[in-house]
């Protein structure tokens, strides 16, 4: 299994250019999360899904939206990049809520200038 | 008041020490809680999880929790070179885990 998965691993974008940060699993996980880490700080939730078809917002989700069409792709999209968007974004899916370890993707980096 | 807490580090032990990490959060109604590991430029790694009172021992880690005072720590004992890294408490609200900043640890040898 290749758990789950994240591309690019880096990006640099320009003010107000827009782009999607893929994200995939295949542990057949139906809770899949998006977190954005700002340098020497923790976890913070920008989306999360409980399945194919349902979305909610989590802590952080201006200037951010998913969508999930299938279980294993949960697609970040970026609209406007904004430089307080410059982070380190990572995936991360579940068997269950709460009672589950969460498994990581490999992060993208992301930069905009 | 954040969520979570953690002890603000860094933390620096010598080889061989236990290592003391602290955590306080402010959802009396959480259920279960986590330490993360991370490396670097790397993502999040469990390295324990606990969701009942008292302790939880599992290798040369013990977590220990307290749901009356709202606080979970994690012990390391032997402390190695390789447990040098960025501890991260994690805390069930609902769906959602909820992260402190973390803690870093180095070990020097």
């Known amino acids: 299994n290749a758990g789950v998965t994240q591309t690019p691993k880096f990006r640099i974008l320009k003010i107000g250019q827009s782009m999607t940060l893929q994200c995939a699993q295949d542990m057949n996980h139906n809770y899949m999360y998006w977190y954005r880490q700002d340098p020497g700080m923790g976890l913070k939730l920008i989306y999360y899904?409980?399945?194919?078809?349902?979305?909610d917002k989590g802590e952080v989700p201006n200037g951010y939206n998913v969508s999930r069409s299938t279980t294993e792709d949960f697609p970040l999209r970026l609209e406007l990049a904004a430089p307080s968007q410059t982070s380190v974004y990572f995936c991360?899916?579940?068997?269950?809520?709460?009672?589950?370890?969460?498994?990581f993707g490999p992060g993208t980096r992301l930069t905009v200038l | 008041q954040k969520e979570v807490e953690q002890n603000s580090g860094p933390l620096s032990v010598p080889e061989g020490a236990i290592a003391s990490l602290n955590c306080t959060y402010s959802?009396?109604?959480?259920?279960?809680f986590f330490w993360y590991r991370q490396y670097s430029g790397k993502s999040p790694e469990l390295i324990m999880f606990i969701y009942s009172n008292g302790d939880k021992e599992d290798g040369r880690f013990t977590a220990q929790l307290n749901k009356a005072s709202q606080y979970v720590s994690l012990l390391i004992r032997d402390s190695q070179p390789s447990d040098s890294a960025t501890y991260l408490c994690?805390?069930?609200?609902?769906?959602?885990?909820?992260f402190g900043a973390g803690t870093t640890v180095t070990v020097r040898a």
């Open positions: 959802d009396r109604g959480s259920q279960s």
């Open positions: 994690a805390v069930t609200n609902d769906y959602k885990l909820s």
């Open positions: 991360a899916s579940s068997y269950s809520p709460g009672r589950d370890e969460q498994f």
């Open positions: 899904s409980v399945g194919a078809g349902i979305t």
